[in-house]
């Protein structure tokens, strides 16, 4: 059977070119589908190119170079992986996350503002470091520490002071 205008022919290159898809009587190449997709193999997608989601062009995923993924949504980029020599994952908007974080063989780093600790929301602990290495804990209620053994308070060599209610001892 020959082949007729609105045709999908998938073959080896046409005419010297990059795609494997043949739409006959489209000048685009493009095809839309009314069903799903489904692949048996890989499905490749060049660098430089994206995968779009829903009827537009503003959420969608591309390497826009090798090594590297970003992840759009609403026109702005949220998310980018980068393997390289700093294996990085950026994130480009504030992130809440449902479960808990865990750091396995690491140190947590946080060079700029504060970490706030909260278990309801609003009585918080912030911890700020000043830039120069003093360390500031700001509670709304009451620090409690509960050791199961010795607490060490090491000023190195320094003075250790307490002050309570005003007054400073030490």
Do not use: C
């Amino acid at each position: 059977q020959a082949a007729a205008l609105g045709d999908i022919i998938f073959g080896t290159k046409w005419n010297g070119g990059s795609s494997n898809i043949l739409v006959l009587g489209s000048s685009t190449n493009n095809a839309t589908f009314a069903g799903s997709i489904t692949s048996g193999a890989d499905i490749f997608i060049p660098v430089g190119e994206a995968l779009f989601f829903g009827a537009s062009e503003h959420t969608y995923i591309m390497e826009d170079v090798d090594d590297r993924l970003r992840f759009f949504t609403g026109g702005t980029e949220f998310m980018r992986f980068t393997e390289s020599t700093s294996d990085t994952v950026d994130i480009y908007k504030d992130a809440t996350f449902a479960g808990r974080i865990d750091v396995a063989g690491g140190d947590v780093n946080i060079q700029a503002g504060a970490l706030s600790i909260t278990a309801d929301g609003n009585n918080k602990v912030t911890f700020v470091e000043s830039g120069a290495g003093k360390m500031t804990i700001d509670a709304d209620d009451d620090i409690v520490l509960d050791a199961g053994s010795d607490i060490v308070l090491d000023a190195g060599g320094d003075d250790v002071r307490l002050k309570v209610g005003g007054t400073t001892y030490g």
